[in-house]
């Protein structure tokens, strides 16, 4: 579990359009902007995915129908995109590299932050290599539980 002072990290909460698949986001630092970054990736173009995450940040992920997750993977197929098969929103991203689980949080799934907080910016990691991205997401994505 990640260091995290009492009283110094906000929840996050998010979900799908339907409710099936939630998470908390134990997001460190109270007042701080949340920097979010729209992926120029095919699928996240096509599919509205703008993401976010902190590096000594939790995420909690729970569904109440497992069975309704769809895992979807493309290009170098190092991340599992989570896709509601009853609502087909994507609310959260992970990768699991050394045998921790990292994720990323699609910012259009939250339910109680206010927009004015997003920063956004826009980067495209295609043709970055697998090794370096692997890299980069065990700098920059939040250690996920599962909770059931
Ligand atoms: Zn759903």
Not at 29 to 51: E, L, N, T, Y
Not at 58 to 71: E, F, I, M, T
Not at 121 to 136: H, P, Q, Y
């Given at each position: ?36 970054r729209a992926c120029g990736c095919s699928f996240c173009v ?75 910016s826009t980067t495209d990691f295609d043709g970055e ?20």
């Amino acid at each position: 579990m990640a260091a995290e002072a009492p009283g110094q990290a906000r929840q996050i909460h998010g979900s799908c359009h339907c409710g099936n698949i939630r998470f908390v986001f134990h997001w460190p630092g109270a007042g701080d902007s949340i920097p979010v970054r729209a992926c120029g990736c095919s699928f996240c173009v096509k599919h509205g995915g703008v993401w976010t995450s902190h590096p000594d940040g939790r995420v909690q992920l729970s569904s109440d129908d497992p069975a309704r997750v769809q895992r979807y993977r493309f290009g170098t197929e190092t991340a599992d995109f989570y896709i509601c098969k009853t609502c087909g929103v994507a609310p959260i991203v992970t990768s699991d590299i050394d045998g921790s689980t990292y994720s990323v949080v699609n910012v259009n799934c939250f339910d109680d932050v206010d927009r004015s907080e997003l920063v956004e910016s826009t980067t495209d990691f295609d043709g970055e290599a697998t090794e370096d991205r692997l890299a980069r997401r065990q700098r920059n994505w939040a250690r996920l539980e599962m909770v059931s």
